[in-house]
Each structure stands twice: as C-alpha cells, then as structure tokens.
C-alpha cells in the first residue's frame, strides 16, 4: 500500500485501494477545512523485524487453517444437502460459506514444499514460491483472507481458530504454512486469530 500511494497518489486526496481483488479505485479530494497530522512515535518500524514476520506467520497460518476448515465444510454441506434439510441448522454458516467455494474435490490447498523442504530453502528459490503460490492459489476463497467476509468468518472460522500456537504444534499437524518469504519458527508460539482476522476487517472497511 505504501508503494502505491507512493507512486499513484496526489497531493491533497485519498488514494482507495481494494485489496482483493487488487484494484485502484481512485482519488477522493480532501475537504480544505480537514488538516492530517503525523505523530513520530519514537518506534522504528521495519517490515522485516520480527515482530512483522511472526504477524505474517500467524496470518498465514490462520489462513491455512480457515482453508482446511473450508474443505470440511464444504463436504459437510454436500452431504447436508443429500440428507434432511433439519440438519443443516447444526452447521453454522454453511450455506453463505459453501456458496463461495468450489467443489470441494478442487479445493487442493496442500501442494506446497513439505517443512523439510521448506526448511531446507526451496521456498527462496523461484521455483519454490511458484509452487506455494499454485498451492495458496487452490486455497479456499482463492487463497485470500480479504476475500472472507466478516459475516462469513464470524459464522463459520473464527471459533475453529485457536489465539496461539505453537509453531511445532502446526507444522507436525498442518505442514507448512503458504507464504514463500518467511518460514515457521518450532519454538515460537504465534498468535494466529487476531492477525488472521485483520485483514477480513480490513477489507471490508
């Protein structure tokens, strides 16, 4: 976002920028009689320090939680809609979620390095970040939190999202997570349901 406005922004309007799907939507000019002030908080920022990656981490973790979950819901509401419709009232948000996804046969959020290959750099190589690109990309709602309404997240995922965990605890469950430039300490416990949330929040603000 910063890099954007960077580049594409004009003096004196707001820059709109939609994350997913990744659009410009134009300038607002801002009111003359509104003023922004900036306050130097005296906290170095950088994007690379690790209280960003391990958000990041969380984040990704989150979303290939939501993912799986998406998967077994998916499943369950096929067999719902095969059985009495009384049941489906035991699944909440079945019906708003499982309308957004696809088949539950193509949702295939698995075919990224395993955490020895992940462990071993493969993630760096080009090679390697195409391939958990492709595998984010087969994730449910296109591998994207900002594509989960806030509606959607309350109703189906955010109760299956734990708000820590341990970084060996996910690997020896899920595998590795589906981000190419970072990779999950064992020892680190992250939390994972307040960042995986910020961006649906976000998004649809």
């Known amino acids: 976002m910063d890099q954007l406005t960077s580049s594409l922004g004009d003096a004196g309007q707001l820059l709109a920028l939609l994350c997913q799907p990744a659009e410009v939507q134009g300038s607002t000019p801002i009111p003359p009689q509104l003023r922004f002030w900036g306050i130097d908080s005296g906290i170095r920022h950088s994007s690379g320090g690790s209280d960003y990656s391990s958000v990041r981490v969380g984040t990704f973790m989150g979303l290939k939680l939501i993912s799986e979950a998406a998967q077994r819901l998916q499943r369950t509401s096929s067999s719902v809609h095969d059985s009495s419709s009384s049941s489906s009232s035991s699944h909440p948000g079945g019906s708003s979620v499982a309308a957004v996804l696809p ?14 290959q992940q462990g071993a750099g493969l993630g ?4 390697g970040r195409a391939s958990i690109d492709r595998a984010r990309s087969m994730c449910a709602f296109g591998g994207y939190l900002a594509n989960i309404s806030p509606s959607q997240y309350r109703e189906a995922f955010e109760g299956q999202l ?8 996910f690997l020896d469950v899920h595998g590795p997570h589906l981000d190419s430039v970072t990779s999950i300490e064992p020892s680190f416990n992250y939390a994972l349901r307040e960042p995986t949330s910020h961006p649906i929040h976000e998004n649809f603000r």
Do not use: I, Y
């Open 103 to 116: 088949a539950a046969g193509s949702l295939r959020c698995t075919a990224a390095p395993t955490k020895e």
């Open 124 to 127: 760096d190589s080009s090679s």
């Open 162 to 169: 734990p708000s820590h965990m341990q970084g060996s605890e």
